[in-house]
């Protein structure tokens, strides 16, 4: 028995159906014989039609019997060979339960994403209370996300991201490493303050930039983030820069290089020169952590940020201050 707050519909019914045989042909299995299914469906139908405002509890067996689900093995080539695994006996509740649980998933999908699309204020900047309460519910989402087993198995927490709220420039990082996932803010570790190093010999602070990183979960061991991971997140960082609208945003690395600008190239190959991505100049660098365990690699990320500073109007010391 199953209480049923919102009934599926024939097409939702539909779907999870071959999502079951779809499982069911990669399982190897080749016949699903499911006696009492018509009649189960036929009463999920009839609560869905019920006068009643809400559903009470719903049975999702037929009224005879209970149906005999029965799945029947491939044919073997073999008559000495063993069984597959995937030869299974389920019952018409525990199926239905599955197509239910499935319908919800994709319904709670909908909605994340459904939030996630809300239309950015078009004809004007969004206020800094307006950002702040768009971002409180794009982090409750982030919180709940579960799009990659591997990282919600490993995370103590997500990493959204800090900083100001209206900022001319964003730090798009990597993903979180063992303090960030401890703490809740990018950038808090080694590398953190490294980053800090590079903020304050830049002439900014902390607070006046926007700090991000491409995946907002810790990846196991720190691994790099795969391909399918940056993707997962792809809604959350893009609707962070929709709101953000920055006018620059520094790659720090290439997972960052490969979510902003969509490049496999190397890092060494596109620094030294602005690109255009989300409507903001992109600076590609070299990553803190990357420049931790090689000291030469420091005075190229320098330039960079010295490209950036003379394109912002911000004097160097020692230089005539100028465009680029």
């Keep these: 028995m199953t209480d049923l707050d919102s009934p599926p519909s024939p097409s939702q019914l539909h ?5 079951y045989l779809e499982n069911a042909k990669r399982a190897g299995v080749t016949h699903v014989h499911w006696p009492g299914g018509v009649a189960a469906l036929a009463e999920i139908r009839r609560a869905r039609t019920s006068a009643a405002p809400k559903p009470q509890s719903v049975s999702l067996r037929p009224r005879s019997n209970p149906p005999n689900l029965s799945v029947a093995p491939p044919p ?13 006996v389920a019952d018409g509740t525990s199926l239905t339960q ?3 649980t499935l319908m919800a998933t994709e319904q709670e999908r909908t909605k994340q994403e459904s939030i996630i699309a809300l239309p950015v204020i078009a004809d004007g900047e969004m206020e800094v209370d307006a950002r702040q309460a768009h971002f409180e519910d794009v982090q409750q989402i982030v919180c709940q996300c579960e799009r990659c087993p591997d990282l919600v198995r490993n995370r103590s927490r997500t990493v959204f991201g800090v900083g100001n709220l209206k900022p001319r420039v964003v730090f798009f990082g990597e993903a979180p490493g063992a303090d960030e996932d401890r703490l809740g803010e990018p950038f808090v570790g080694r590398a953190g303050q490294l980053l800090n190093k590079i903020l304050e010999a830049s ?8 700090i991000m990183n491409a995946v907002k979960c810790r990846p196991p061991n720190n691994r790099t983030p795969l391909d399918s991971e940056i993707e997962n997140c792809r809604p959350f960082f893009e609707r962070q820069l929709a709101v953000l609208k920055p006018e620059f945003i520094v790659c720090l690395g290439a997972v960052a290089v490969k979510a902003v600008l969509r490049s496999t190239q190397s890092v060494g190959s596109l620094r030294g020169r602005f690109h255009q991505a989300y409507g903001a100049r992109v600076v590609v660098t070299y990553h803190p952590s990357y420049l931790l365990r090689t000291e030469s690699a420091k005075k190229y990320t320098w330039e960079d ?3 950036l500073m003379r394109a912002m109007g911000i004097p160097i010391p020692g230089e005539t201050q100028g465009g680029a």
């Design 15 to 19: 779907a999870a159906c071959l999502q």
């Design 76 to 88: 073997r080539a073999d008559a000495n060979q063993a069984p597959k695994s995937s030869q299974m």
């Design 98 to 100: 599955q197509m239910l």
């Design 203 to 210: 002439k900014f602070k902390r607070e006046e930039v926007y």
């Design 305 to 307: 940020m010295k490209m």
